[in-house]
Every structure is written in structure tokens, then in C-alpha cells.
């Protein structure tokens, strides 16, 4: 899984078997996943041609799955938490008509799931959702929202419940993540989307990360690029860039910690300009065999 967002619209890409409640949804396998911002203007009919349409115009075939949202793209959070990323943009009326507006939330996990589970992951999503609205005094939703699951590899997971491994992760992060891009839509923020990753140094955490004043840079070489801090690649699997390591929690994490690919300043601005470029096209670009500097 990798993504990368433009200023209307957040694309998510892998090979992935998903789920959506969005439109033209449904069940099946696809290679791209969208979170669009549409005009405030913007007339209501044919929202199936308006997906479609995005779609092509990226370059990705019809298996596209779409979301639509008048909230603006930067305003998004981000929420990694170990093999689950969760996208949330959310935005709701004060005025009439009260309760209106969108809550987009797309959960990717790189451990396959079954069928089932990739709903149950939807219901969790929604019942995590609607617990936030409601601890900030708010309606549980509001009439246009959607999600979208999906996952990719072999199937790791057959359940997803509120207490099974998955859920768990859904929940947390959508607790976390629904106040938060609303406080951010609400607010008016500006620059870029938010990034949160669960942190379990010094105590179980959620972390947001800024490149403002980071107390870590340089944490590779002087000069380095930190567009990327987070790598939309993560966890790419290639073993020439990191490999697995024992996690705190007795299970298994990528650790890329060495790997400085996306550090290097000519590579950064060449991703920037060419998102969908291939692992194996940047690592070509790099000159190396490796990501270690």
C-alpha cells in the first residue's frame, strides 16, 4: 500500500481487496482507492460519473473505488497504527440544515482479511465513528458518510471485531481520528494533513508527527529531505531496504530504520513529481542497491 494526495484529492494504491459503502461500491479487487474533495458548487447528480471520471483521469481503470466530500484534502488525518493506516476527513454543519456534511473514512490493512471480516471492519469503523460524534456532544453521523476497507496479501484475518487484532486497531484510531479531522475542519487549519502513528515508547501512545522543528533531524545525514518521514511505501518488504524485526508486543514489525531512499533530496522531489513511480524506478533513480547511505 502507498499513498499520496494532491490538493483535492487523496489516492491510495495497492493491490488490494476492498469493501465500500461509498458510491459505485460494493465488494472486489482494485489497485486504486480515492478520497476526493468536490466544489462547494458542486451539483449532486451522476456521482457515479463523477467518480468514474476522477478515476480516468489518473490513469486507473474502472475497478476505481471512490469517495466524494466537500471537505478540503488538507484537513485529513493520517493514523498508522502497526498494519493498519486509517484516512479520516470529516466536516458537519453547526447551521441548517444541522448534522449535514460528510465523515470519508478508508481503512487499509497489509495483512489480508477474509470477506467478513473486511465488513466487520466497516462496522467497527462505523460504531467507532459514531461513539466520537457522540462523546463531542454531536450527532452519531451525518447523512452522506462512508468507508471504505481493504487489505492486501494472503488472508491473515478472519475476524475483525472490536477485540480481535484488526478491530482493535480499527477502533483506536478512528476514536482518535474523527475528533481530530474535525477539529481540524472546524478550525480552518492550513498546510498539510495530519500524521498520527501509535507509539508504544515510554507508554502506549498516539503521536502526531510535525517536520517543524523536528528534535530528531538530522536522524540520517546532514542535508537530508524529511518530505517522507513517514514512507508511503511502508512496509514496502524489500529486504534490501529493512527487514523484519521482533515487535514490543511479541509479533513482527518492518523495521526500515536504516533505510534512507526517500531522504535523498534528488529522490524526494522526483516521488513529489511522479507519485506513482514503482519502488523498483525510484531505487533505479537512486543508484543503489539499498537504501543504507
Known sequence: ???????????????????????????????????????????HDEPEKEIARIGAMAGYGPDVLGLLTAVPMHTLC?????????????????????????????????????DSALLETIMVATEAKAEAMIALGRDAGTPTDAVVAACEGEVVHRYAGRIAEPGRRVRDAVLKGVPGALR????????????????????????EWSPVNCPYYPCHFAGQRCDFCYCPFYP????????????????KVWNCSGCTLLHEPAVADYVKKN??????????LAGKKNGAR
Open 1 to 43: 500500500m502507498r499513498y499520496f494526495y494532491s490538493k483535492d484529492t487523496l489516492f491510495v494504491r495497492g493491490a488490494f481487496r476492498a469493501a465500500s459503502t461509498g458510491i459505485a461500491g460494493g465488494i472486489r479487487d482494485t489497485h486504486a482507492i480515492f478520497n476526493h474533495t468536490v466544489p462547494a458548487d458542486w451539483s
Open 78 to 114: 493520517v493514523l498508522q497504527y502497526d498494519f493498519i493506516t486509517v484516512f479520516i476527513t470529516a466536516g458537519m454543519r453547526e447551521h441548517p440544515p444541522k448534522g449535514a456534511g460528510t465523515i470519508n473514512i478508508i481503512v487499509c490493512s497489509s495483512e489480508g482479511m477474509a
Open 184 to 207: 481540524r475542519y472546524e478550525s480552518g487549519a492550513a498546510g498539510e494533513p495530519a500524521f498520527f502513528i501509535y507509539s508504544r515508547f515510554k507508554g502506549e501512545h498516539w503521536v
Open 236 to 251: 514496502c518488504k524489500d529486504e534490501t531496504l529493512g527487514a523484519w524485526a521482533e515487535s514490543s508486543s511479541n509479533g
Open 275 to 284: 507519485p506513482d513511480a514503482p519502488l523498483k524506478e525510484i531505487k533505479k
